[in-house]
C-alpha cells in the first residue's frame, strides 16, 4: 500500500528468517546511501527476537564492510532499567547481534543509564534525553531525526514501551519518559515518546507471527493510537511494516507491495 506523503508500505516474506534477510539487506543499503557523501546517520534499535535476527543479517551481510561505521549513530526506541549484562537488556542483545561485531566507535553507541550507574528510573530518562539534544535536528525538536527506526509491534499493538491506553502514549511534551509497572516485564523502563519516534525518515516495523495479525489490521486500519500504539507510527518519508506471511493473516493482498 502507497500513499504520498505518509506512505506505508506492507512487505512480506514467508519465515521469519527470510524476513529478517531481507530488511538486513534494506538496512545496510539505507546505511550506504545516507553515509556515501559523509552524512551522519542516525539509527534507533529495537529489541525482541526479530530485532536481534534482522541486525545478525546484517552483520553477516557481505556487504557489512562496506559501511563507515564511523558515521553511524546507534540508539534504542526503549530499553529494560536493568544492568548491562541483563539478558533483558535491549542493548545488549544488538550488541551480541551486531554492534560487537562492526567497528561502531564506542562514542556512536547512546544507552540508557542501568542502574549501578547510580540514577534513579527517572534521571535515567532524563539523561536520555539530554544526550539525544546534543545531537537535535533542530530548535524545535531536541532529538536525532533517524534515517531508520526499527519497531516491534506486540500482540496489543504496542510499540517500544508504549502501552495501549496508559498515559504515554499520548505525551508530546518529552523526548523520552520513565515507565512503571509495564504491562510486560521487566516493571521498568526508559521509553522514547511519539514525536520523537515519528520524526525519523523512515520507520520499519518488522512482526512476525500469526499472534501479530490482528495488531497488524488494526494498525493499518488506522485505529486509534491511544489503543493501538502502532497504528500511530509514522516515518516522515516512509513507513513500512515488514511482516512474515503468518503476521500477514489478515491483510488484503492489494496492500502488500510486492517490489518495494
Keep these: 500500500m502507497k500513499v504520498q506523503g505518509s506512505t ?60 563507515d561505521w564511523s558515521l553511524v549513530h546507534f540508539w534504542w526506541g526503549d530499553e529494560r532499567f536493568v544492568e548491562l ?60 531525526s533517524f534515517a531508520v527506526c526499527f519497531l516491534g509491534v506486540g500482540p496489543d499493538g504496542h510499540i517500544a514501551s508504549l502501552f495501549p491506553d496508559r498515559p504515554e502514549v499520548t505525551v508530546t511534551d518529552a523526548a523520552a519518559l520513565p515507565v512503571r509497572n509495564s504491562p510486560k516485564p521487566p516493571p521498568e523502563r526508559v521509553t522514547l515518546t511519539r514525536p520523537v519516534l515519528n520524526a525519523s525518515k523512515r520507520v520499519w516495523l518488522v512482526l512476525t507471527g ?24 509514522k516515518g516522515r518519508r516512509r513507513t513500512v511494516f515488514f511482516v512474515d506471511e503468518a503476521a500477514a493473516a489478515e491483510v488484503s493482498p492489494d496492500l502488500i507491495d510486492r517490489d518495494y
Excluded at 506505508?8 to 521469519?16: L, Q
Design 210 to 233: 500469526a499472534d501479530k495479525a490482528s495488531a497488524l489490521g488494526l494498525a493499518l486500519a488506522g485505529a486509534s493510537y491511544a489503543s493501538v500504539p502502532a497504528a500511530g507510527a
Design 8 to 67: 506505508k508500505t506492507v512487505v512480506v516474506e514467508p519465515t521469519p528468517a527470510a524476513l529478517a534477510e531481507r530488511v538486513g539487506d534494506r538496512f545496510l543499503a539505507r546505511l550506504r546511501a545516507r553515509t556515501r557523501n559523509g552524512r551522519i546517520a542516525h539509527v534507533c534499535l529495537t529489541g525482541g527476537s526479530m530485532g536481534g535476527a534482522v541486525l545478525a543479517a546484517a552483520a553477516e551481510h557481505p556487504r557489512a564492510g562496506e559501511i
Design 85 to 144: 549484562d541483563s539478558p533483558d537488556r535491549n542493548s545488549r542483545l544488538s550488541r551480541e547481534a551486531l554492534l560487537d561485531r562492526v567497528d561502531v566507535p564506542a562514542e556512536n553507541i547512546h544507552e540508557v543509564a542501568a542502574p549501578s550507574e547510580g540514577v534513579s528510573l527517572d534521571e535515567a530518562a532524563e539523561r536520555y534525553a539530554a544526550e539525544l539534544a546534543r545531537f537535535a535536528a533542530s530548535d524545535a525538536e531536541p532529538w536525532p
